[in-house]
């Protein structure tokens, strides 16, 4: 250690931090808004018709009629799920499960075979990313015209771009929360109570939450959804290997990348030390998610090609061949597989295991719908009046039969009892139900005092039979018990 104090005093100072302050790390990392470039192409029109009919279906549905009904209505209040000439229960509770495994099952498939093929082409979110950016470019331009307004001083003409757009972006959005609910409640009344705002509690929470979403998700969030808040984005990597078409960037052909003459020929590329990338970044540009397919496979690809679009594009102003960028396998670019030779590839394994779980699933439930019964029974006891003895010392039992018919015309239906003999139904044994409606039948069953005698106090199983009038199958059957007292 030096002596000298003046040394010490002609030491630079050194600045202290804390410990807590060095630690610290931001728990959100801001990103530069993505303002895709419009793209036409063939797989552009391909996303812009399945738009097209995802959307025909969900704001077209709700005002198709059948039968003097919506004919697709999930009528939660009367609990009865409509689907075209089907009627279903809550009792039929079953279906929707398997159909949510045949979803799964079908989106395991999918990427298992060609990726993320329903995020970039049918997911609701790229459906209504696409719709709301086709609504921006309408008020704000191309890609660098909206880049140009971002960056410019509010005015006159920029204020009405933004505020028209929003009032574009939130009218589509309360429509499509209105047209969600319009499945749970008849559209049509729906829409006459639209006219006065007189909206019940739920219907308002839902039609407004769901336009929120909608507008937040599509409008302003856009692709974190994709990238951070889809769990999809996170698990698909389970699902695929090195045999699935996925979008890819043909390195061999592409590197070493970057600008070049014009008047360079395809074929004097090598020759110049160039590859058929001309780092015009184009694909970058196109990109919902803002990432680079060059880099190669990354989870925030959600796999709509767009990228695809714009190279095929500039090579064919240059006179290149297509696919640059395509859709390929791992295996088929390192091992120089035509596309053939990959396409017989995918039915590998793990896809012929889900398209035979997916298969036999399907058919197992058309199965069971076609066999269905047009009606259900419920049987419960009159828990006021267990038993009880009446005239002629006969043991009477008294039983609640809630009948639904899920068919689309009036039914009538007969009511019979097994189980101990001389069992009988002491009161009418028949009812008639409206179309998709139900019924409560009071049925009183007695059992004579010698059958009684000889079966002995307890309870005893019994079985009605409903049968419903010009069906010549076999009866529904339903168990309940018989008390007789001691």
């Known amino acids: 250690m030096s002596s000298d104090p003046g040394a010490a005093c002609a030491a630079p100072a050194r600045k202290v931090i804390p410990i807590a302050a060095e630690a610290a790390t931001g728990l959100y990392r801001a990103e530069k808004k993505i303002h895709p470039r419009e793209i036409r192409g063939r797989f552009a029109t391909w996303r812009w018709i399945l738009v097209a009919a995802t959307q025909l279906a969900f704001y077209g549905l709700p005002w198709l009629e059948l039968n003097g009904r919506q004919a697709l209505l999930l009528d939660l209040a009367a609990r009865r799920f409509y689907i075209f000439g089907l009627v279903l229960y809550p009792q039929d509770f079953v279906y929707l499960a398997a159909l949510l495994i045949v979803s799964a099952y079908s989106l395991f498939l999918f990427t298992a075979l060609a990726g993320r093929l329903w995020c970039g082409f049918a997911c609701p979110q790229t459906v209504?990313?696409?719709?709301?950016?086709?609504?921006?470019?309408?008020?704000?331009g191309d890609r660098s015209a909206r880049l140009r307004l971002d960056a410019a001083p509010w005015t006159v003409d920029k204020a009405w771009r933004k505020t028209g757009k929003q009032a574009a972006w939130i009218a589509l959005a309360l429509w499509t929360g209105f047209t969600f609910v319009g499945f749970f409640t008849p559209i049509r009344t729906?829409?006459?109570?639209?006219?006065a705002l007189s909206f019940g509690a739920w219907e308002w929470f839902w039609i407004l939450f769901y336009g929120f979403a909608t507008y937040g998700?599509?409008?302003?969030?856009?692709?974190?959804?994709?990238?951070?808040m889809c769990p999809y984005a996170r698990f698909q990597s389970a699902m695929f290997d090195r045999d699935t078409m996925i979008v890819t960037y043909d390195g061999a052909r592409g590197e070493p990348r970057g600008p070049r003459a014009k008047t360079l020929a395809h074929a004097d590329l090598r020759a110049a030390g160039k590859g058929e990338c001309i780092a015009c970044t184009m694909c970058v540009q196109v990109c919902p998610t803002g990432i680079d397919i060059r880099e190669g496979l990354q989870y925030e690809c959600i796999g709509c090609a767009a990228c695809i679009d714009a190279c095929?594009?500039?090579m064919d102003k240059l006179d290149y061949p297509r696919g640059l960028i395509r859709f390929a396998t791992e295996n088929g670019l390192e091992r120089g597989w035509t596309r053939a030779q990959m396409l017989r590839r995918l039915l590998r394994p793990r896809v012929l295991v889900y398209g035979g779980v997916l298969l036999a699933i399907v058919i197992a439930i058309s199965t069971s719908l076609t066999l269905r019964r047009p009606f259900r029974v419920d049987v419960l006891r009159d828990r006021g009046t267990l038993a009880r003895e009446v005239d002629g010392g006969r043991i009477e039992n008294v039983y609640r039969l809630q009948v639904m018919n899920a068919s689309e015309?009036?039914?009538?239906?007969?009511?019979?009892?097994?189980?101990?003999?001389?069992?009988?139904?002491?009161?009418?044994p028949e009812l008639e139900v409206d179309a998709t409606g139900e019924r409560a039948l009071a049925v009183r069953v007695q059992v004579p005092p010698e059958a009684a005698g000889q079966a002995g106090p307890?309870?005893?199983?019994?079985?009605?039979?409903?049968r419903r009038d010009g069906d010549g199958g076999d009866p529904l059957v339903e168990r309940s018990t018989f008390l007789i007292p001691r």
């Open 458 to 466: 307890g309870v005893r199983t019994i079985r009605f039979a409903i």
């Open 190 to 195: 729906l829409a006459h109570e639209s006219a």
């Open 312 to 314: 095929d594009a500039v």
């Open 409 to 428: 015309s009036r039914q009538r239906f007969h009511v019979s009892v097994s189980g101990l003999d001389g069992i009988a139904i002491a009161s009418d």
């Open 217 to 228: 998700n599509a409008g302003w969030m856009r692709e974190q959804v994709c990238k951070y």
């Open 128 to 140: 209504y990313t696409e719709m709301f950016l086709w609504i921006e470019r309408r008020f704000e």
